[in-house]
Nanobody
Framework: VQLQASGGGLVQAGGSLRLSCAAS????????MGWYRQTPGKQRELVAI???????NYANSVVGRFTISRDNAKNTVYLQMNSLKPEDTAVYYC???????????????WGQGTQVTVSS
């Protein structure tokens, strides 16, 4: 399984970016996808996740500004980031969990990071 993330870049505070993550496998069923981010010296933190039934969950710091969505036909998840702040600067990682019938057999996969830099 490969996850190809794209869409990062440099943007001014208040601007927008859209991240994309394309999976090399079908995500149409039993697949949760999400985005995490990490800054130097800190642990990776959850930004947003979308389940196979399209339930979503967001970090408190991005609620109302970020929107996660998925296109199962394209095996792709998106993260629309609006009203960006300098504290959103981080490497953003795409994440896929393939759900098994038993949770102990769940498998997770990570994409390469994409850098998002927000200037003040």
């Amino acid at each position: 399984v490969q996850l190809q993330a794209s869409g990062g870049g440099l943007v001014q505070a208040g601007g927008s970016l859209r991240l994309s993550c394309a999976a090399s496998v079908s995500i149409s069923s039993r697949s949760d996808m999400g985005w995490y981010r990490q800054t130097p010296g800190k642990q990776r933190e959850l930004v947003a996740i979308i389940t196979s039934d399209r339930s979503t969950n967001y970090a408190n710091s991005v609620v109302g500004r970020f929107t996660i969505s998925r296109d199962n036909a394209k095996n792709t998840v998106y993260l629309q980031m609006n009203s960006l702040k300098p504290e959103d600067t981080a490497v953003y990682y795409c994440y896929l969990v393939r759900r098994a019938l038993s949770p102990k057999y769940d498998r997770d996969y990570w994409g390469q990071g994409t850098q998002v830099t927000v200037s003040s």
